[in-house]
């Protein structure tokens, strides 16, 4: 059973250029949530998808958008790059039970460099 | 503001020195603490949810326990293999986990 797949794993961009990083979830999950990971510290949550729709979104500008299709995959774009855009970004998939404390499944991440 | 402090940031360890990570917090309605295990490369692993004070998992080498402040993950006897980064999340009253930075934990043989 394949879990959280990421892609691409990694992709190197310039200073506002955009990019789009695609996530398939674990089979059976139906949720996708996105975290932005930088050296060292622990991921910070960018957004959550359900039903094809945005349903949590973390402290983070506009500029960073997302969706989900119908078969659960999901892809986070980013616009006008910054350099501090630079990280390793995370999907997580996990299985809605409405509102809890659901386990998270997470895929290899997708590094990112802006330069 | 929520928090989530992770101590220490690193951990030497000898191969079967036991030892503690430590997780504190302050989040306004704990709906649960989450332990994570992170290897080089990957994605963060899940090892334990823990909803209440006093409430203990264990798995293997690693015992998790909770009180109303911090978590501890407790790790008996380490292996090589137990090295990694352990992460700490807790899940508010908003239902978003907020991450602590981990600890990255190194046992040499």
């Known amino acids: 059973d394949a879990g959280v797949t990421q892609s691409p794993t990694h992709l190197i961009k310039t200073r506002g250029q955009q990019v789009t990083l695609r996530c398939s979830p674990k089979?059976?999950?139906?949720?996708v949530s996105w975290y932005q990971q930088a050296l060292g510290q622990g991921p910070q949550f960018i957004f959550q998808?359900?039903?094809?729709?945005?349903?949590q979104r973390g402290n983070f500008p506009d500029r960073f958008s997302g969706h989900q299709f119908p078969n659960y995959s999901s892809e986070l774009n980013v616009n006008a790059l910054l350099l501090g855009d630079s990280a390793l970004y995370l999907c997580?998939?996990?299985?809605?039970?409405?509102?809890?404390?659901?386990?998270?499944?997470f895929g290899a991440g997708s590094r990112l460099t802006v330069l | 503001e929520d928090q989530v402090t992770q101590s220490p940031e690193a951990l030497r360890l000898q191969e079967g020195e036991s030892s503690s990570l430590n997780c504190s917090y302050t989040v306004s309605g704990l709906r649960g603490l989450f332990w994570y295990r992170q290897d080089p490369g990957k994605g963060p692993e899940f090892l334990f949810t823990?909803?209440?004070?006093?409430e203990e998992k264990e798995k293997e080498r690693l015992k998790a326990t909770l009180t109303k402040k911090e978590s501890f993950l407790h790790i008996t006897a380490p292996k090589p293999e137990d090295s990694a980064t352990y992460l700490c999340a807790v899940l508010d009253s908003n239902y978003q986990l907020i991450w602590g930075a981990g600890t990255k934990l190194i046992i040499k043989p």
């Open positions: 998808y359900y039903e094809e729709e945005e349903r």
């Open positions: 089979s059976g999950h139906d949720t």
């Open positions: 823990l909803y209440s004070a006093g």
């Open positions: 997580a998939s996990s299985f809605n039970v409405g509102s809890g404390a659901n386990v998270l499944t």
